[in-house]
């Protein structure tokens, strides 16, 4: 651990993770989400520093939890206590959800075995992280165009943002079945979390996808966001295969990793925007928001031109005094509290410091030591917001700390 650092947050965050453990996985946060979601088990493992067995556990447990085509569900209901909606039954299953999320596993397992975790072990989930990165190129990209949708806003993690909002205009809210949410117990600011409206549609598409046999229904909508974190993905999951003489696995995962990059520039950049933008399969449409989403593709290798772009848009519509915000405050939708409509999330941070050279660990990191390990912040204040004690700010910043 860094030295000038008070051992204070350290502390902290290791008793968040350790409040939060369950054993063989970790929940995001005790009351609000009581369940194993996937990218925060994978931000969970990336955390768990001083426990390389115990990140080891968490990937085992996540990626056990595929399904057999290869997908990771996006939710594993592992006990049957944990009051969440919409549970096991509304989504037509036993105890998983049939949608994914953006998939992080792999950078999570490279990191437990740079830190010293059994390479047999680590080796044995190659397979599972590989077929799961097939899936999305197999089941989410209907045009074949090398680039990934989403199937539902929840897949893409970045539940609210704006970018979805055209597209989720062709759900029908009064088709949802009845139900009761109970997000709103944990999170009593109704500004903070999605309208009844949102959650009538999100119910409404996950009946949807539970009655067509789980595939897509009538929200895809092509994600940059979610293209570049897989096509990252398999980056890291070439470089982790390499460092197991797997090189079959990394031959293939470069192949897709440059294939969805090239589909990335190919068909989501606006050369006009400086950004790239969201693909609506069904509707045909384009959604312009400027949306953190839009910018995630500096995490793959880009032709110059595209990353000074993305990184010139960044300097000047997210700069706010606590970066980096989710949806520009240039975008009409901006929202300073409102659920991935604005607020600045630790894993998005996590994932674009290394692209912006390393800028964005120390604040964030102040920030969580003055306010806590909140789900989320106000970027234009720095308020803490949403769950308190939340699993994926204590573990990014134990990795921050760790150096
Ligand atoms: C949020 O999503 C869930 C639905 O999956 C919810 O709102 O109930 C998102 O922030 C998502 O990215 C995150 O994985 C999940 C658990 O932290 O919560």
Partial sequence: MREDR??????????????????????PAGHLYPHQWAWDSAFAAIGSVVDVDRAVIELESLL??????????????HDPTGVYFPGPAFWGTHDRSSISQPPVWAAAARRVLDRGGDPDRVRALIEPIARSHEWFLAARDPSDIGVVAVGH??????DNSPAWNAAMQAIDPASAPPFERVDQQHVTDAAQRPTDDDYRRYAALVTEIAGNGFGLGSFVVYDPGMSAILAWADGELATLADALDETGVAVAARRRRDRVTAGLVDHLWDDSLGRFVFLDALAGATCTSNVISAYLPLLVDLPDEVATALRAGL??????????PTTSPADPAFDPVGYWRGPMWVNV????????????????????????CREYFDPLNGAGLGADDFTWTAAIALDWLSG
């Fill in 349 to 372: 941070n996590w994932l674009l410091d290394a692209p912006l050279g390393g800028r964005l660990r120390e604040r964030t990191l102040e920030l969580v030591e003055e306010r806590g």
């Fill in 6 to 27: 008070p051992v204070d947050l350290v502390d902290r965050a290791t008793s968040v993770l350790r409040a939060n453990d369950r054993g063989r996985y970790t929940v």
């Fill in 64 to 77: 056990a939890s595929a399904w057999s085509d290869g997908r990771v569900p996006h939710i594993r209901f």
């Fill in 153 to 158: 806003p929840w897949e893409s993690g970045m």
């Fill in 315 to 324: 300097d000047h519509d997210f700069s706010t005094p606590f970066p980096l």
